[in-house]
């Protein structure tokens, strides 16, 4: 499946991206971000593509690879937590390389899923949780239309203490 919009395009997992999800996923710099505390392993990783053939509606979840202009994987996107009865689901974003960032990829990314995710799924709103310290992404969702409805006070442990967490929602409908 591939998503055409402005100028990228979100396309599927494919085996081939093992190496490039290894080495992003294991970036001990951003554990804080995607609230992960180990490695994850190849073999894990290659799992998770192979059974990334399961539909949103089996798996309640849809991970896509996020390409540039030039076809060049720079990042991932993520739906979670579908939840169908409500029409709702949670999202997740990764620019990998800080090169890429701050090009409008993130904001461009994040119009074209709640264009397919309304248009195509049917989903009324979406959701993001972001560290109140995450000055960038909160920027970033907020240019997007997301408004904050709540705080989670105390919520993610980091190295360096505990940070609130901020409860995000878009309205697709």
């Known amino acids: 499946m591939n998503i055409q919009h ?12 093992i190496e490039m ?6 970036n001990t710099e951003s554990w804080h971000v995607s ?36 076809q060049r994987a720079v990042g991932t996107i993520e739906l979670f937590d579908f939840d169908p009865y ?26 074209t899923i709640a264009l397919y995710a309304r248009d195509e799924l049917g989903i009324a709103q979406l959701y993001a949780n972001i ?4 000055i960038a992404s909160l920027k970033l969702f907020e240019k997007a239309s997301y408004k904050i409805t709540g ?13 609130d967490e901020y409860l995000l929602q878009k309205q697709l409908k």
Do not use: F, Q
């Not at 560290?131 to 995450?134: D, I």
């Open 21 to 26: 999800l290894y080495k992003w996923e294991n």
């Open 6 to 17: 402005n100028h990228i395009t979100l396309r599927a997992l494919e085996p081939s991206d």
């Open 86 to 111: 409500h029409s709702r689901a949670g999202i997740g974003i990764m620019i990998y390389e800080s090169s890429e960032r701050r090009k409008g990829l993130a904001l461009s990314t994040l119009e």
């Open 35 to 70: 609230n992960l505390h180990a490695p994850i392993s190849k073999h894990n990783l290659l799992r998770y593509i192979e059974a990334s053939h399961c539909d949103i509606w089996e798996s309640k979840e849809l991970r896509l690879i996020i390409e540039n202009e030039n």
């Open 131 to 134: 560290l109140s310290t995450n």
């Open 151 to 163: 705080t989670k006070t105390n919520w993610i442990r980091t190295p360096i203490g505990w940070e």
